[in-house]
């Protein structure tokens, strides 16, 4: 491991709404030691590039800043940082996947309840960011997420074709909203084994598309690939 290109913590955000900056910004810097902040916005929608970018470097004068195709929803950006992160040769002991959802398919107060739950649940409390941590850097295979998000899932077929690995349970849990922390390597050795980004980055639909989608497949399979490594996700 390269000391001078690693860190503790990576925060990889996808902010589709820029308007909830300011919502992160107090989880954000209630992470008590050195990150890296990646931020993907969205081409066209996220307001102006300039006006985000000024807000995000002002806070955090190191964090990476792309502005991407509205295709794959918060999936596809994700993908898009895994793989600028292998290219960079970085590493860390932990992920923390976030999102500015607002759910807006569904009332305004499932959004607000839904963000806030996934959020709270890693960044609500030094503790909790704690907890996560040292559970995530305790076990290579292991995710944490919002007790009240994480769902029960059947095989349904499709989860096969992102491992080489042989499927043999019939349902496992996945973190529905796709916030999570997990341990680095488990996201991107898998990331890297199965050529994911190759495979799929170019495969993902314009604008929301719902059940069914690959970025709706990949938000289940991260949650498959806990327990195809022997392990559960932590609720939290």
């Known amino acids: 491991m390269d000391k001078y290109n690693h ?44 006006d985000i970018h000024d807000a995000v470097i002002a806070e955090f004068p190191e964090s990476y800043i792309y502005s991407l195709p509205n295709r794959g929803m918060d999936v596809a950006p994700f993908l898009y940082v895994l793989n600028e992160i292998y290219l960079s040769k970085k590493t860390y002991d932990v992920m923390i996947k976030l999102h500015s959802k607002k759910s807006l398919a569904h009332s305004y107060e499932l959004g607000e309840r839904w963000r806030n739950q996934l959020t709270d649940a890693l960044l609500g409390s030094l503790p909790k960011l704690q907890n996560g941590y040292f559970a995530c850097v305790g076990s290579n295979s292991t995710m944490v997420g919002s007790s009240a998000w994480i769902q029960k899932q059947n095989i349904l077929g499709y989860e096969q074709q992102f491992f080489k690995e042989e499927i043999t349970f019939n349902e496992y ?64």
């Open 7 to 50: 860190k503790k913590v990576c925060v990889i955000l996808h902010l589709y709404y820029v308007d909830l900056w300011g919502y992160f910004l107090p989880y954000l810097k209630r992470i008590d030691t050195d990150i890296d902040l990646y931020v993907t916005i969205t081409d066209g929608h996220s307001g102006h590039f300039t």
């Open 173 to 236: 849990e996945f973190v529905a909203g796709t916030m999570f922390m997990a341990n680095f390597n488990l996201i991107m050795d898998w990331f890297v084994l199965e050529s994911i980004y190759d495979r799929f980055y170019k495969e993902f639909q314009d604008g929301y598309i719902g059940d069914g989608s690959i970025a709706h497949q990949l938000e289940r399979v991260l949650g498959c690939l806990v327990k195809l490594k022997g392990n559960q996700i932590l609720k939290a």
